[in-house]
């Protein structure tokens, strides 16, 4: 089991996790708060982790997309 984490540079977003095996993704709220969403393709992580706007791609890419 492959298991990526990484801080995020966002306003919103405090980090991401990303299980391989069971293309779980979870996203760290500055708030505190995580939301886990479910049959994410790992290019979808790589995307959030690499974007220059975390927010902004996990608004276009991720919410309402995968749950």
Same mark, same amino acid.
């Given at each position: 089991m492959t298991v990526r984490e990484q801080p995020l540079n966002s306003t919103a977003l405090s980090g991401a996790? =990303? $299980? $391989? +095996?069971?293309? +779980?993704?979870?996203? #760290?709220f500055t708030s505190g708060g995580t939301y886990s969403?479910?049959?994410v &393709? &790992? +290019?979808?992580y790589e995307g959030l982790v690499s974007a #220059?706007? &975390?927010?902004? =791609?996990y608004h276009s890419y991720i919410k309402g997309i995968y749950g």
């Open positions: 996790r =990303y $299980d $391989d +095996e069971t293309q +779980e993704l979870t996203v #760290g969403f479910s049959n &393709p &790992p +290019e979808i #220059g706007s &975390p927010g902004k =791609y």
